[in-house]
T-cell receptor, first 114, second 113 residues
Framework: GESVGLHLPTLSVQEGDNSIINCAYS??????FIWYKQESGKGPQFIID?????DKRQGQRVTVLLNKTVKHLSLQIAATQPGDSAVYFC?????????????FGQGTELSVKP | DSGVTQTPKHLITATGQRVTLRCSPR?????VYWYQQSLDQGLQFLIH???????AKGNILERFSAQQFPDLHSELNLSSLELGDSALYFC????????????FGDGTRLSIL
């Protein structure tokens, strides 16, 4: 079936280090990409998004990079904190004509050691 | 707090039954989306409504249906429940019809016994 491919890794980092979470997406026609953070017992929380006409976007402590050539998306978290521990999902949307359907990856678990 | 409210938080029922999940979107949001999250399938898109009209459909089973009411709240109806329907069901909302952040509620956990 269709999917945005995270390999379900677990990323363990030390508090204060930078984290990089990677995502390979499958559809070269995708126009919109978004990262979510999900904590246990909660719904996905929006982190940052990027459209296909951009290759980088920065937020507070987070940066998303988009490489359309190799269909790769990454989320960089600066100065990772224990509160950043969660599962991170990337998602893609194909076309506005298809409505707001998001296709989610499998998720990466980020563990931050104090 | 995302501003999206889902009720109930938990539902326990038996096979063959029917349940209704409710979602109130964030104030001002016209779109409502439903997703299913299970351990083996991850987060799967079910359906999208914008201002009362269906905009997109995912792999939603025929036993499942949804609607968005004039006050913009939405309901997801699941009938003839099977064990495999046990999952977390999330509602999300956004301002417009797509290509913008969707804000998720905390979900309804459905357990089929």
């Amino acid at each position: 079936g269709e999917s945005v491919g995270l390999h379900l890794p677990t990323l363990s980092v030390q508090e204060g280090d930078n984290s990089i979470i990677n995502c390979a997406y499958s559809n070269s026609a995708s126009d919109y990409f978004i990262w979510y953070k999900q904590e246990s017992g909660k719904g996905p929380q929006f982190i940052i998004d990027i459209r296909s006409n951009m290759d980088k976007r920065q937020g507070q402590r987070v940066t998303v990079l988009l490489n359309k050539t190799v269909k790769h998306l990454s989320l960089q978290i600066a100065a990772t904190q224990p509160g950043d521990s969660a599962v991170y999902f990337c998602a893609e949307a194909l076309s506005k004509a298809l409505g707001g359907k998001l296709i989610f990856g499998q998720g990466t678990e980020l563990s931050v050691k104090p | 707090d995302s501003g999206v409210t889902q009720t109930p938080k938990h539902l326990i029922t038996a096979t063959g039954q029917r349940v209704t999940l409710r979602c109130s979107p964030r104030s001002g949001d016209l779109s409502v989306y439903w997703y299913q999250q299970s351990l083996d399938q991850g987060l799967q898109f079910l359906i999208h409504y914008y201002n009362g009209e269906e905009r997109a459909k995912g792999n939603i089973l025929e036993r499942f249906s949804a609607q968005q009411f004039p006050d913009l709240h939405s309901e997801l109806n699941l009938s003839s429940l099977e064990l495999g329907d046990s999952a977390l069901y999330f509602c999300a909302s956004s301002v417009g019809p797509g290509f913008e952040p969707q804000h998720f509620g905390d979900g309804t956990r459905l357990s089929i016994l």
